[in-house]
């Protein structure tokens, strides 16, 4: 699957999800990045909802790639909001790609990624 030619695009749009991590499966998608689409993550925070620390593993894997963490157990302290990917360490999803997330203890953590989907 090729890459569109972001210099190129016909359409850049501003997006945001979030994804909080339930106990099964470990790692859980956040997204897949659709055909003919790159996405520009810009900005990636983790939010710690409880009174104990968590940790947080976010992985990518490229199309026919092998999986990458972006952050390995990273220690998010409690009720603490964590910048682990800010506009200046963006990077490119290609076509494809997944997103990945993980949370020990599950379902106290919110992750919010904010990119652009350009095609």
């Not at 360490?89 to 990945?100: D, E, R």
């Amino acid at each position: 699957m090729a890459n569109p030619n972001i210099a190129a695009a016909t359409s850049i749009l501003g997006e945001s999800v979030t994804k909080t991590p339930t106990s099964t499966p470990a790692y859980q998608t956040i997204f897949q990045v659709p055909a003919d689409t790159v996405y520009k993550i810009n900005s990636i925070s983790v939010c710690n909802n409880s009174a104990a620390s968590a940790v947080v593993t976010l992985s990518v894997q490229p199309f026919m790639e092998i999986l990458v963490d972006v952050a390995n157990t990273i220690s998010v302290p409690e009720n603490t909001t964590l910048i682990l990917i800010s506009k200046d360490t963006s990077f490119y999803l290609p076509a494809l790609s997944y997103m990945y997330c993980n949370a020990n203890p599950s379902s106290t953590v919110d992750f919010l990624i904010s990119y652009e989907a350009i095609s």
